[in-house]
């Protein structure tokens, strides 16, 4: 009881960690964390970091405008700083300000990238956004299922057709929405996800006659945030005479189509390796890059490139490099 109570503490006011109710399940997993990651390993999956002389590096800030750096990490004291902004702290703080997070949000990527297992309070299961997350999570698996079921036959056809194996499509999560009305609701009512829940989550909409599934008979994309959580979908047709081509999930609390770039969870890497990132317009372009072994590779899909976009890109690399279709569409775009 007493450690729910913490928890519940923690979510509302996360910095009385070490207060007078001192909370020793997170002090534990913060102190873990810090063993597990190195400072400097961290900001240089952010930033270009040049050895400075006794275990310092520097970088250009990512905080605010410069040309020579005048952003130091230091690996002995595990901290960081920027004599230009003067902001620094420890690799929660830099986390913070670099992914725009609360510390909750942060710890618990940075829980993640440690392998430090967080007690359930602390990943905020009760947040309404990351309920959103996982039940677009919960359907990307349903999907899933339903690309391997006889109905499914469709999409393993036309995946087959483009030439995309077994390894990209779980790579990319790629799934099946089946040509009925309550395919998805009808599973998701088995795990206690309620109709009302897929609406807001963007899978479902209110019919006259109940909640239907919102997607049908399509292909399923699961479009991923940068942390390669499963926010909303795009669905292709798979029978010609379905209209439109594509649909995406509407706006929802967890999905802004301007604040998303296809593939870049799984590009960030590679991006950083190439000191460039590729730009295409289609979602499905990427699995086809990655298939030719090009990783460095993103779709804003479909929409003009946003400041938000731009600025997610901007973290791993300032080179963009366009291939767009050579037909009027990719001339405007
Ligand atoms: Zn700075």
Redesign the pocket.
């Known amino acids: 009881i007493l450690r729910e109570f913490y928890f519940s503490r923690l979510k509302s006011d996360p910095f009385c960690l070490g207060g007078q109710y001192g909370n020793l399940h997170a002090m534990d997993a913060k102190e873990q964390i810090r063993e597990k990651i190195d400072v400097a390993d961290l900001i240089n999956e952010y930033l270009q970091t040049k050895p400075a002389g006794q275990g310092a590096f520097k970088a250009v800030?990512p905080?605010?405008s410069?040309k020579t750096p005048?952003?130091y990490i230091s690996s002995p004291k595990q901290i960081w700083h920027?004599f230009?902004?003067d902001?620094g702290g420890d690799i929660f703080s830099f986390i913070m300000e670099m992914e725009g997070m609360e510390f909750p949000e942060a710890l618990q990527l940075l829980a993640q990238k440690a392998g430090v297992e967080l007690p359930k309070y602390t990943k905020g299961n009760d947040d309404k956004k990351s309920r959103l997350k996982d039940i677009n999570g919960f359907a990307e698996k349903v999907y899933q299922k339903y690309l391997k079921t006889a109905g499914g036959k469709i999409a393993r056809d036309y995946l087959v057709k483009r030439e995309f194996g077994d390894g990209l499509v779980s790579k990319f999560g790629l799934g099946y929405s089946p040509d009925g009305w309550t395919s998805l609701v009808d599973v998701a009512r088995q795990k206690k996800i309620g109709g009302q829940e897929l609406v807001n989550a963007g899978l479902a909409s209110q019919g006259r006659k109940g909640v239907i599934d919102k997607f049908r008979n399509r292909l399923m994309i699961p479009l991923r945030d940068h942390h390669g959580n499963t926010v909303g979908f795009t669905a292709r047709v798979l029978d010609p005479e379905d209209k439109p081509k594509y649909m995406n999930s509407p706006q929802t609390e967890v999905y802004d189509k301007s604040a998303i770039l296809y593939g870049l969870d799984l590009a960030k890497t590679a991006i950083k390796k190439a000191k460039e990132v590729v730009i295409v317009e289609g979602n499905l372009d990427v699995v086809a890059s990655h298939k030719a072994g090009v990783e460095n590779v993103v779709a804003s899909s479909g929409t003009a490139l946003t400041e938000r976009q731009i600025g997610l890109l901007k973290r791993y690399t300032s080179t963009l490099v366009f291939s767009f279709d050579t037909d009027a569409a990719g001339f405007a775009a």
């Open positions: 800030c905080f605010h410069e005048s952003f920027c230009g902004c902001k």
